[in-house]
């Protein structure tokens, strides 16, 4: 296989970038040409990779990136991306010449925070904000159109600050019920229209918002799931009017196999026992990876079968039942496809009760991600460095 040579371990994650171009291509299509793509790839791109799927998803048509903290921000730079970045999450008002200085755009949510950024801000420099509005999300942001106007106000009075965008987040886009939803777009639009002037840029939509409703786009969107080729939830999965693709797959290599006669045990706590004479294969891969112990009972795909992970997960290693005696060296699919059979990250997502996103951002930096591009596997992970 391709990937051999890249890295010492037999465990490795396969990020389809060709996949990642093909979803923001294909929710492009879909907005109306005037509406801005913001790419989130805050946490890593979701566990996939920053600068990797930055670059893909500016090359297919987006034309701004959002993080979540500055750190995130400094680290794309640092990879060589130019393209502008909104950091939405909270950054420290002492931190603002540093983001000035790099280009970054930060987040307004409270109008203390701008006292104190406009005391520490260098008299030369220039600062790029957006506000955010708290409408019904409860994390951060300006609650009130008093507090909006004196926000706009101490920025269009100082000179080094360039008001740039102004936004809110939905708390319930996923649904299908879309009363809460209405409620907070008809406080937004109060809130805009309460400005002196708007912003260039204004902006709601995450991914549930872009895909099901129109009337909430402004100028731009801020797409995270749906480029991972996710939906973000189950209940609007099949309404969902853009194809999307999968980018994320898990794999290792079988690097023991042996068979166990009935009675003999597997793992920690000697709690599995072999039923009959049986073939088992170990992986290298554990909870310290983040395929945590609650996996315990997932199937991988082995030989295109369905292999159940028995006894416990190990810190570094597990345990699966093959169907049959298979070479050591042997591909197991964790998540992603071996013929017909496939296993998606939803089904991980459902077996550990929790919702997709958080499944590829807990498989931990330990597993090397390798990337798809044009159809073939390459190692970006130093190209960009
Ligand atoms: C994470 C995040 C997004 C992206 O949400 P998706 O559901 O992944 O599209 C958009 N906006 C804000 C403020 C976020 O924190």
Redesign the pocket.
């Known amino acids: 296989m391709e990937e051999q040579g890249f890295f010492y371990r037999d465990t490795w994650a396969e990020v389809d970038l060709d996949h990642i171009r093909t979803n923001v291509e294909g929710i492009k299509e879909h907005l109306p040409e005037d509406v801005e793509f ?1 790419a ?1 790839v ?2 890593n791109a ?1 566990g996939h990779g920053d600068s990797q799927v930055a670059e893909a998803a500016l090359e297919a048509g987006a034309s701004m990136l ?1 993080v ?1 903290f500055m750190d995130e921000a400094l680290a794309l730079r640092k990879k060589g991306i130019a393209a502008p970045i909104l950091v ?2 909270a950054s420290r008002p002492e931190d603002v010449n540093i983001a000035a200085e790099e280009g970054i755009i930060l987040t307004v949510f409270q109008k203390e925070w701008l006292g104190k950024a406009r005391e520490v801000l260098k008299a030369d420099s220039s600062l790029s904000l957006h506000i ?1 509005i708290d409408t019904g ?1 409860g ?1 951060i942001g300006i609650r009130s159109i008093e507090e909006l106007k004196s926000a706009e106000k101490l920025i269009h009075e100082d000179e080094r600050l360039q008001l740039h965008g102004i ?1 809110t ?1 939905f708390a319930t ?2 649904e299908l019920d879309d009363s809460y939803f209405t409620k907070q777009l008809a406080l937004f639009r109060e809130m805009l229209g309460a400005m002196e002037t708007q912003p260039p840029v204004v902006h709601s ?6 895909l099901m409703h129109t009337d909430a786009r402004f100028n731009a969107v ?7 080729g996710l939906a ?1 939830s189950m209940e609007i999965a099949p309404e969902l009017p853009v194809e999307l693709h999968e980018a994320f797959t898990l794999h290792s290599r079988l690097v023991h196999v042996k068979k166990l006669e009935k009675g003999e045990k597997v793992s920690y706590g000697a709690t599995y026992e072999a039923p009959e004479e049986i073939w088992v294969g170990t992986l290298p891969i554990g909870y310290a990876d983040g395929w945590i112990r609650r996996l315990q009972g997932q199937e991988v795909l082995v030989d295109g079968k369905r292999s159940p992970i028995i006894g416990r997960i190990c810190m570094d290693q597990c345990m699966v039942k093959l169907p049959y005696e298979v070479p050591v060296g042997t591909i197991a699919t964790l998540i992603g496809s071996q013929g017909k059979e496939s296993i998606s990250i939803n089904e991980i997502a459902s077996k550990l009760e929790t919702i997709n ?1 958080e499944v590829p951002c807990i498989i931990s930096s330990r597993v090397p991600r390798l990337y798809r591009q044009n159809g073939k596997v390459v190692d970006l992970n130093n190209s960009l460095l």
Do not use: Q, T
Not at 205 to 210: C, D
């Open positions: 913001i989130v805050k946490a979701y959002a979540a939405l999450g955010k999300m994390r936004y987040h886009a996923d939509s995450n991914s549930a918002a872009a801020r797409v995270g799931i749906a480029m991972y973000p996103y």
